[in-house]
């Protein structure tokens, strides 16, 4: 399905450029990775939640693995339109090749040096400083943080978005501002995998279209909770109901950079189409970025907000944020992050308590051989406390840790 998915988008943007243009560039942009790591402990309730476990840190059952590998195409023009496609392949939520971002972008001449940008397909909001690599991967770890791990999991939008920037250069100040504007479909099950399952730590992007498990918790099985499936697929429209975004990135000089962000997905948590449920999902997000020297930076986001299932079945708030300091110099660099993050159950369904809090702290060090490779080791510990592995009798805090050793490749 995703191949003939990317001949349609390639085949459709083709002619749409080929209409507005006379001159049409197609360029590649391709990385990935391969790893070597060690997980404890492997019982079953450490388990990540993609193998019937509850937890919340993702591993590769394979000692000796390949991790995500991505390709972006981008087709670049000498009028206004553009378009990109990024695409991956990875093991799982899912094996195989899938489309994470698809999108034709409008780019007009500069109106008395006010821009104004578009974008009409699937993408991400810009809401993240932390994953800013190519395919929204992460330039300073593998494994990204709690806040976009759940983003790369269920918040992808179908629609389109409006920047209107103020770029201090032209009005010689070294403050710049945008604003940002998205409405969209296609996002209604957001929600879900915080309410059961809660954050966790991974660089799993979902695909258009992809399912994600989680666990078979027994609070699924009868009840108000007994249509629910236990897994979702996050890019589902099920309401017909427009969802909407509102940004404001600030940035000084070449230095700081602000992003402020408001999501509701407007979803009909009484709704229950294609074996699930709609969810009503709402957060506020801020992120951060400091570049204190030609060596070092900070990055920091927090983000907190609410969703609700049915007639007030799963009604949970939720929060998290986390810290990150980047070093490099030449060819070597290290990143510390630490995550916080918590999810508040509401409601009063029996038997389906899904408080839970956690903390991780990363360590990755790197070394860059050349543009195309790259070797680094990375350690990650996790603790957790989820009060729905008690449906098991299952110990409801658990210690996990995950070290890799990664060889990175990139081609552009």
Excluded: C
């Excluded at 996790?382 to 060889?407: A, C, F, H, V, Y």
């Amino acid at each position: 399905m995703t191949a003939q998915l990317i001949r349609q988008i390639v085949a459709v943007t083709g002619a749409f450029l080929a209409f507005s243009s006379s001159a049409v560039e197609l360029s590649y942009k391709a990385k990935g990775e391969f790893f070597l790591s060690q997980t404890e402990p492997a019982d079953r309730v450490s388990k990540n939640w993609l193998n019937g476990g509850t937890g919340q840190l993702h591993y590769s059952v394979q000692p000796l693995s390949a991790g995500p590998q991505y390709l972006t195409i981008d087709l670049l023009t000498d009028s206004a339109f553009s378009a990109r496609l990024n695409s991956q392949w990875h093991a799982s939520p899912e094996a195989g090749f899938s489309v994470t971002e698809a999108w034709l972008g409008w780019s007009p001449l500069p109106v008395n040096g006010y821009r104004i940008r578009g974008r009409l397909g699937y993408f991400y909001p810009q809401l993240s400083l932390e994953n800013t690599d190519m395919a929204w991967t992460s330039p300073y770890s593998s494994t990204f943080s709690a806040i976009n791990s759940w983003v790369a999991e269920e918040v992808r939008t179908r629609g389109g978005e409006l920047v209107i920037s103020r770029p201090g250069r032209f009005f010689q100040t070294n403050h710049s501002w945008s604003g940002v504007i998205g409405a969209f479909q296609g996002n209604d099950p957001a929600g879900t995998l915080l309410a059961w399952r809660g954050f966790a730590l991974h660089n799993l992007q979902t695909g258009i279209g992809e399912r994600v498990n989680f666990a078979d918790y027994p609070s699924l099985q009868t009840g108000d909770l007994s249509l629910q499936n236990s897994w979702v697929e996050p890019t589902r429209e099920l309401d017909h109901r427009s969802g909407y975004y509102l940004g404001l990135h600030w940035e000084y000089g070449q230095k700081t950079r602000l992003r402020a962000y408001y999501y509701d997905n407007n979803g009909d948590p009484l709704l229950f189409s294609h074996q699930q449920y709609a969810w009503r999902t709402r957060f506020s997000s801020l992120a951060a970025q400091h570049r204190i020297n030609d060596n070092w930076q900070l990055v920091a986001q927090w983000l907190t907000g609410n969703t609700l299932m049915g007639p007030a079945a799963v009604d949970a708030d939720y929060s998290a944020w986390f810290l990150l300091a980047h070093w490099q110099q030449g060819k070597l660099s290290a990143t510390l992050r630490y995550d916080d993050f918590k999810v508040d159950d509401k409601d009063l369904t029996e038997g389906d308590d899904n408080n839970g809090n956690g903390e991780a702290i990363l360590l990755a060090l790197g070394y860059q051989f050349n543009n195309r490779l790259r070797l680094s080791a990375e350690h990650v510990r996790l603790n957790s406390t989820q009060l729905n592995r008690q449906q098991w009798d299952w110990q409801i805090k658990q210690q996990q840790s995950l070290s890799k050793l990664i060889l990175s490749w990139r081609w552009q």
